[in-house]
């Protein structure tokens, strides 16, 4: 399974990037897409991600401004982002987890694929 991030770029404060994370190779049942975000001199944190079900969760500073979205035809998972902030600026990192095989689904083997980030800069 691999990951490919695109859609990252310098921007002005106020406007907008959508991201998009093609995977590809096979799992059988995918459990979780996400987008991490990774500022200079800080850890990589979750910025948003979509579950199994259609369960969406945002970090704070994202709520509203950010939508994650999955396209089961072309296999990928996109994030829009509006609004955009200086302090939006960083690496941004795709994230799959999944069930590889049944056998996997049935014991609960999951497995976390990530991409090889993007860079997004919002400054004037």
């Known amino acids: 399974v691999q990951l490919q991030a695109s859609g990252g770029g310098l921007v002005q404060p106020g406007g907008s990037l959508t991201l998009s994370c093609a995977v590809s190779?096979?799992?059988?049942?995918?459990?979780?897409m996400a987008w991490y975000r990774q500022a200079p001199g800080n850890q990589r944190e979750l910025v948003a991600r979509?579950?199994?079900?259609?369960?969406?969760y945002y970090e704070d500073s994202a709520e509203g401004r950010f939508t994650i979205s999955r396209d089961n035809a072309k296999n990928t998972v996109n994030l829009q982002m509006n609004s955009l902030r200086p302090e939006d600026t960083g690496v941004f990192y795709c994230?799959?987890?999944?069930?590889?095989?049944?056998?996997?689904?049935?014991?609960?083997?999951?497995?976390?694929?990530w991409g090889q980030g993007t860079q997004v800069t919002v400054s004037s």
């Open positions: 979509w579950r199994i079900g259609g369960l969406t």
């Open positions: 190779g096979s799992i059988f049942r995918i459990n979780h």
């Open positions: 994230n799959v987890g999944g069930f590889n095989t049944y056998n996997d689904y049935l014991h609960q083997n999951l497995n976390d694929y």
